[in-house]
């Protein structure tokens, strides 16, 4: 399976897995953890810059266009474009520590939820203003933080089998692809 084709299945489920579970969580401050950023930001981390940007421009588009959206169309696709592509920079430092995947997560789901809220706020959203985003933007951090290892474990898992499966023998022939070992 090629990564463009597992991308695509990962975003999907993310995005339905979003829709269908986490609008409908009940948690408090009125927040809920974000999946398809979380599942943009692995991607871009597993993948590198390129598809992180265009897997971010892509699921943005999808989450925008999804109900309930009550935001302007391509919010979403600029920020996780964005983001995928910044955090698709440290793909090749992957290999470094263990715990670097699940920071740069967190990383690029605080930046996330603050590069929404001013995107918001240039575009005169009245939620984006800073009573709101001072209350929300914290809780949405924790929210994503507590959801990442969850999202990042799956997509390195679907990722690691993909590669076993088009690489049997282990030769890596993408140097600096990051496999979890």
Do not use: K
């Not at 009573?131 to 929300?136: A, F, R, Y």
């Amino acid at each position: 399976m090629s990564r463009n084709v597992l991308a695509v299945i990962v975003i999907v489920a993310a995005l339905i897995l979003q829709v269908t579970v986490a609008n409908r969580l009940l948690l408090p401050g009125s927040v809920i953890p974000d999946l398809v950023l979380l599942a943009v930001v692995a991607l871009a981390l597993v993948n590198g810059s390129l598809l992180g940007l265009v897997t971010g421009f892509f699921a943005g588009l999808a989450t925008d266009i999804v109900p309930p959206s009550d935001h302007t169309i391509g919010r979403y696709a600029l920020v996780y474009c964005l983001i995928g592509y910044v955090c698709g920079l440290a793909a090749p430092e992957m290999d470094r520590s263990p715990v670097l995947p699940f920071v740069a997560v967190a990383a690029g789901a605080l930046a996330g939820s603050v590069l929404y809220a001013l995107v918001g706020s240039m575009l005169g959203d009245p939620r984006a203003r800073w009573p709101v985003v001072s209350h929300v933007v914290p809780l949405q951090a924790f929210y994503d933080v507590v959801a990442s290892p969850f999202v990042v474990w799956a997509v390195l898992r679907l990722t690691t089998r993909a590669e076993r499966q088009r690489n049997p023998a282990g030769l890596d022939p993408v140097p600096g692809f990051y496999r979890a070992r």
